[in-house]
T-cell receptor, first 120, second 114 residues
Framework: AQTVTQSQPEMSVQEAETVTLSCTYDTSENNYYLFWYKQPPSRQMILVIRQEAYKQQNATENRFSVNFQKAAKSFSLKISDSQLGDTAMYFCAFMKPSNAGGTSYGKLTFGQGTILTVHP | EAGVTQSPTHLIKTRGQQVTLRCSPISGHTSVYWYQQALGLGLQFLLWYDEGEERNRGNFPPRFSGRQFPNYSSELNVNALELEDSALYLC?????????????FGEGSWLTVV
C-alpha cells in the first residue's frame, strides 16, 4: 500500500516571500502520479500542480513549482512570491494510473496536510 | 464549463437516520470518487465508480454505499447514521480519456449527525 507523509503540520511565510512544503511517499510502483491540492477555508479542494513519475522535468505552474526526487521518493512544493490568497491547507497526494490494476488504482492517497498561513 | 457539483451543501441528520448525497461530474468525465474528510482524520477514500460500476472501495462499513447512473452522476448513501459520520463528503471526477487522470473535486456536502 502507498503512504504519503507531510511532516510539517503548519508553516507560515511573509507575503512576497518563498516557502517550501515537504512531502515524502512510499511505493513500490514505478509509474504513478503526484499532486498538490490546496484547500482554502471554503473547503473546496483545488488542484495546484501535478507530476508524472516518468517525467524527469519538474512541473511548474506560474508561482508554483515542485522538486521531484524519484529515488528519494520526495515531492516538495515551492511557492514563490507568496500571496495572502495562498493561505490554505495543502495536501500532497499519490495515485497509481487507473489502468495499472490492483485494488488501489484510480484513487488518491493523501498526506495529512500542511496548514500554510501567509502574513501581510 | 461547469465543475463537479454536489448537493446538498449542508445538512443535519439524527443518529440512526439515512442520508443521500448527490454528485454530478464534469461533463465528459466517467469516473466519480467519494471521499470523507472528518475532523482530525484527513481525507479518506470511500468509493470509486466508473462506467456505472463500483471499481474500488475504501475501508468503510457496508452502510456506506452508492451508485452511478447512466449519465455518470452518482449518489452516496449512508444508512444508520452514527455521530462519527459527521464530516465533509467530497465528490470528485476524472476521465481516463484525458491524459494524466487528474481528479477534480466539488465543493463538498457538510453532514452533521446529532
Amino acid at each position: 500500500a502507498q503512504t504519503v507523509t507531510q511532516s510539517q503540520p503548519e508553516m507560515s511565510v511573509q507575503e512576497a516571500e518563498t516557502v517550501t512544503l515537504s512531502c515524502t511517499y512510499d511505493t513500490s510502483e514505478n509509474n504513478y502520479y503526484l499532486f498538490w491540492y490546496k484547500q482554502p477555508p471554503s473547503r473546496q479542494m483545488i488542484l495546484v500542480i501535478r507530476q508524472e513519475a516518468y517525467k524527469q522535468q519538474n512541473a511548474t505552474e506560474n508561482r508554483f513549482s515542485v522538486n521531484f526526487q524519484k529515488a528519494a521518493k520526495s515531492f516538495s512544493l515551492k511557492i514563490s512570491d507568496s500571496q495572502l490568497g495562498d493561505t490554505a491547507m495543502y495536501f500532497c497526494a499519490f495515485m497509481k494510473p487507473s489502468n495499472a490494476g490492483g485494488t488501489s488504482y484510480g484513487k488518491l492517497t493523501f498526506g495529512q496536510g500542511t496548514i500554510l498561513t501567509v502574513h501581510p | 464549463e461547469a465543475g463537479v457539483t454536489q448537493s446538498p451543501t449542508h445538512l443535519i441528520k439524527t443518529r440512526g437516520q439515512q442520508v443521500t448525497l448527490r454528485c454530478s461530474p464534469i461533463s465528459g468525465h466517467t469516473s466519480v470518487y467519494w471521499y470523507q474528510q472528518a475532523l482530525g482524520l484527513g481525507l479518506q477514500f470511500l468509493l470509486w465508480y466508473d462506467e456505472g460500476e463500483e471499481r474500488n472501495r475504501g475501508n468503510f462499513p457496508p452502510r456506506f454505499s452508492g451508485r452511478q447512473f447512466p449519465n455518470y452522476s452518482s449518489e452516496l448513501n449512508v444508512n444508520a447514521l452514527e455521530l462519527e459520520d459527521s464530516a465533509l463528503y467530497l465528490c470528485a471526477s476524472s476521465s481516463d480519456r484525458i491524459p494524466g487522470n487528474t481528479i477534480y473535486f466539488g465543493e463538498g456536502s457538510w453532514l452533521t449527525v446529532v
